[in-house]
């Protein structure tokens, strides 16, 4: 399994940030797979922002810090998933990574990731 | 649920036996990662569920403990060990948190 990530990476604040996370070897809609994005930034460390998952339906989970901005969809047709991120400002300025948990019984999706993308430096400045 | 990892940075020399520790604000059972990041690369996992080997990652890596404190072993230092370790909490699926790092050095 690998995961390439794409996207634009400086921005203005208050801004969209939108990261695409492309998977190969393996497939979005998997009922023993999650897909996560997380940032890592000097300031706040390692941050956990979301995740996505199917079973039987489509699931969406969202860190509180940033419930009211941000949109993780999965892509069925293209195999892969998004991060959007409203309002930007100075303070999301970080390394964003996409994850893949595997979840062997589907009923544990915060599993922690074991699949990572290459990180995305983002730059939010005027 | 805030983790907080000891030391913050260590130095050691290969082959020695190096332990790094992590303490839950709140009992999380076992549910905790840890994680090794080399720079300009993304985090690897290396254990879960506290003491959980993910599959490929060398036996000389060890994880224990459960409740509020647990601890990362490497039993004898390698070159390439030579890194920043993070632990991660997945309690509460909504509130998953990561440690602040403990950076290995030579």
């Known amino acids: 399994v690998q995961l390439q990530q794409s996207g634009p990476g400086l921005l203005k604040p208050s801004q969209t940030l939108s990261l695409t996370c492309a998977i190969s070897g393996d497939t979005v809609s998997s009922n023993i797979a999650a897909w996560s994005w997380i940032r890592q930034s000097p300031s706040r460390g390692l941050e956990w922002l979301g995740r996505t998952y199917y079973r039987s339906k489509w699931y969406h989970d969202y860190a509180i810090s940033v419930r009211s901005r941000i949109t993780i969809n999965p892509d069925t047709s293209k195999n892969q998933f998004s991060l959007q991120l409203t309002s930007v400002t100075p303070d999301d300025t970080a390394v964003y990574f996409c994850?893949?948990?595997?979840?062997?019984?589907?009923?544990?999706?915060?599993?922690?990731?074991?699949?990572w993308g290459q990180g995305t430096m983002v730059t939010v400045s005027s | 649920i805030r983790l907080t990892q000891s030391p913050s940075s260590l130095s050691a020399s290969t082959g020695e036996r190096v332990t790094i520790t992590c303490r839950a604000s709140q009992d999380i059972n076992k549910y905790v990662a840890w994680f090794q990041q080399k720079p300009g690369t993304a985090p690897k996992l290396l254990i879960y569920d506290a003491s959980t080997l993910q599959s490929g990652v060398p036996s000389r890596f060890s994880g224990s403990g459960s409740g509020t404190d647990f601890a990362l072993t490497i039993s004898s230092l390698q070159s390439e060990d030579f890194a920043t370790y993070y632990c991660?909490?997945?309690?509460?699926?909504?509130?998953?948190?990561f440690g602040p790092g403990t950076k290995v050095d030579i």
């Open positions: 994850a893949k948990s595997f979840d062997p019984t589907g009923s544990h999706p915060s599993l922690p990731g074991e699949i």
């Open positions: 991660q909490q997945y309690y509460d699926f909504l509130l998953v948190t």
